[in-house]
């Protein structure tokens, strides 16, 4: 069997733990799996009654044989009671992109509806890593009626544990946040890629999709239509050039891969196609493009 555990236990897991570890006092959302009745050496099982979501100090601590199956058995009955979540995650990245469907967008850019910017980044200006000062993410989640039930606040997570649903991976490289209905989602995936790596990354994904159609490309505001594989091949080579500039003393590039959507009654945000659509039957398409190092999106800035 394999030791990976299935989605829809890793979700019953979750739920009975209130989504943050059980032990006492701790409600930490980084969760792993842990195997007691009967152990995984004993027999290979993803049987949930026999298994409990733990943070990984009380994982580890689990598999060193400190708590009995009577005390797991307790905090799986009574989880700690966590009306709202606040976990850190510690994406200190002196440097970054954004990479939404098929665009790319350097830290500058955002996403704002109306007022409200939903997507944006900025330097820490209380600490720095060789001199330059990390960026801090800030996103929000809303539900139908637009009340925000989740964000990252300058790379805090704080949630509402009533009414969404957090996932967040051990090395924190993948963070999912839903409402309970699971209508409107974000996940978001780190992605690192050596400069070495980058150019076939690239062409992995933009050569097999522009194989046959058009793209069109935003440049500024004017929609232009790529037609042919030399101006594809130009736009991959382009799009390199860009993005090695962000790669940091590591000779390595984080990219922040964000999916999701999210419905509201006044407007429909798709971060995988990059569209946003309002109840006018207005509706929005972006290709995210770099403009030196700077991005200017005027398709996602609404007054």
Same mark, same amino acid.
């Given at each position: 069997?394999?030791?990976?555990?299935?989605?829809?236990?890793?979700?019953?897991?979750? #739920?009975?733990?209130?989504?943050?570890?059980?032990?006492?006092?701790?409600?930490?959302?980084?969760?792993?799996?842990?195997?007691?009745?009967?152990?995984?050496?004993?027999?290979?099982?993803?049987?949930?009654?026999?298994?409990?979501?733990?943070?990984?100090?009380?994982?580890?601590?689990?598999?060193?044989?400190?708590?009995?199956?009577?005390?797991?058995?307790?905090?799986?009955? /009574?989880?700690?009671?966590?009306?709202?979540?606040?976990?850190?995650?510690?994406?200190?990245?002196?440097?970054?992109?954004?990479?939404?469907?098929?665009?790319?967008?350097?830290?500058?850019?955002?996403?704002?509806?109306?007022? #409200? %910017?939903?997507?944006?980044?900025?330097?820490?200006?209380?600490?720095?890593?060789?001199?330059?000062?990390?960026?801090?993410?800030?996103?929000?989640?809303?539900? #139908?009626?637009?009340?925000?039930?989740?964000?990252?606040?300058?790379?805090?997570?704080?949630?509402? !544990?009533?009414?969404?649903?957090?996932?967040?991976?051990?090395?924190?490289?993948?963070?999912?946040?839903?409402? %309970?209905?699971?209508? /409107?989602?974000?996940?978001?995936?780190?992605?690192?890629?050596?400069?070495?790596?980058?150019?076939?990354?690239? #062409? %992995?994904?933009?050569?097999?999709?522009?194989?046959?159609?058009?793209?069109?490309?935003?440049?500024?505001?004017?929609?232009?239509?790529?037609?042919?594989?030399?101006?594809? /091949?130009?736009?991959?080579?382009?799009?390199?050039?860009?993005?090695?500039?962000?790669?940091?003393?590591?000779?390595?590039? /984080?990219?922040?891969?964000?999916?999701?959507?999210?419905?509201?009654?006044?407007?429909?945000?798709?971060?995988? %196609? !990059?569209?946003?659509?309002?109840?006018?039957?207005?509706?929005?398409?972006?290709?995210?493009?770099?403009?030196?190092?700077?991005?200017? !999106?005027?398709?996602?800035?609404? !007054?």
């Amino acid at each position: 069997m394999n030791r990976s555990v299935p989605d829809n236990v890793m979700r019953i897991l979750r #739920e009975e733990v209130n989504y943050g570890c059980p032990y006492p006092s701790c409600g930490q959302p980084i969760l792993m799996w842990h195997h007691f009745d009967p152990p995984w050496n004993e027999e290979n099982h993803h049987r949930p009654e026999g298994m409990i979501a733990l943070c990984p100090e009380h994982h580890r601590y689990a598999d060193g044989g400190h708590y009995t199956k009577a005390q797991l058995r307790k905090w799986k009955l /009574n989880p700690n009671d966590l009306p709202y979540i606040k976990q850190y995650i510690p994406w200190t990245w002196e440097s970054f992109v954004y990479e939404i469907g098929t665009s790319y967008a350097s830290p500058s850019s955002y996403v704002q509806v109306n007022t #409200e %910017k939903i997507l944006s980044a900025k330097r820490d200006p209380n600490t720095s890593v060789f001199n330059i000062a990390p960026w801090l993410i800030s996103l929000s989640l809303v539900d #139908e009626n637009g009340h925000t039930i989740a964000k990252i606040k300058d790379n805090y997570l704080i949630s509402d !544990n009533s009414s969404s649903i957090i996932e967040i991976s051990y090395h924190g490289k993948n963070v999912i946040i839903k409402d %309970k209905s699971e209508t /409107n989602s974000l996940e978001l995936n780190v992605i690192q890629i050596s400069q070495k790596e980058l150019m076939s990354y690239l #062409e %992995k994904k933009y050569l097999e999709a522009f194989k046959n159609q058009t793209i069109k490309l935003l440049d500024g505001t004017i929609m232009k239509e790529v037609d042919n594989i030399e101006k594809k /091949n130009q736009f991959v080579n382009d799009l390199f050039e860009t993005l090695v500039r962000y790669i940091n003393s590591d000779n390595k590039l /984080n990219i922040l891969d964000i999916n999701g959507k999210i419905n509201t009654k006044t407007y429909s945000l798709n971060y995988t %196609k !990059n569209e946003v659509e309002f109840p006018n039957q207005m509706k929005f398409y972006s290709q995210w493009g770099f403009s030196e190092c700077t991005v200017i !999106n005027p398709f996602y800035h609404y !007054n």
